[in-house]
């Protein structure tokens, strides 16, 4: 098994900035794809982005040209750099891992992210 925790999460004014970290421990070796999803009151729980050990990324729509994810697989840890952050993007995020592009199957306890008007 993965664990994943999740850091970073906050209250910011629509606008700002900011940046989520998840470190992965445990059955590490079983991890190609690394992610984020959100889920919003109401809502379904949806892919923000992703990101193959070889670098290859994939954005949803809406935050593409906003938002950048990277990782360091040396220390087995992937980022969320979110910019000009909107109301909308109010959710929790979570962290996910999965053994190929973009299966997903573990996941975090996630982190609250709350934008302001």
């Known amino acids: 098994q993965v664990q994943l925790v999740e850091s970073g999460g906050g209250l910011v004014q629509a606008g700002g900035s900011l940046r989520l970290s998840c470190a992965a421990s445990?059955?590490?070796?079983?991890?190609?794809?690394m992610g984020w999803y959100r889920q919003a009151p109401g809502k379904e729980r949806e892919l923000v982005a992703g990101?193959?050990?070889?670098?290859?990324?994939n954005y949803a729509d809406s935050a593409r040209g906003r938002f950048t994810i990277s990782r360091d697989n040396a220390k087995n840890t992937v980022y969320l750099q979110m910019s000009s952050l909107k109301p909308e993007d109010t959710a929790a995020y979570y962290c996910?891992?999965?053994?190929?592009?973009?299966?997903?199957?573990?996941w975090g306890q996630g982190t609250q992210v709350t934008v302001s008007s």
């Open positions: 445990g059955s590490i070796f079983s991890i190609n794809v």
């Open positions: 990101i193959t050990r070889g670098g290859t990324t």
């Open positions: 996910a891992t999965g053994p190929r592009p973009w299966l997903f199957k573990e």
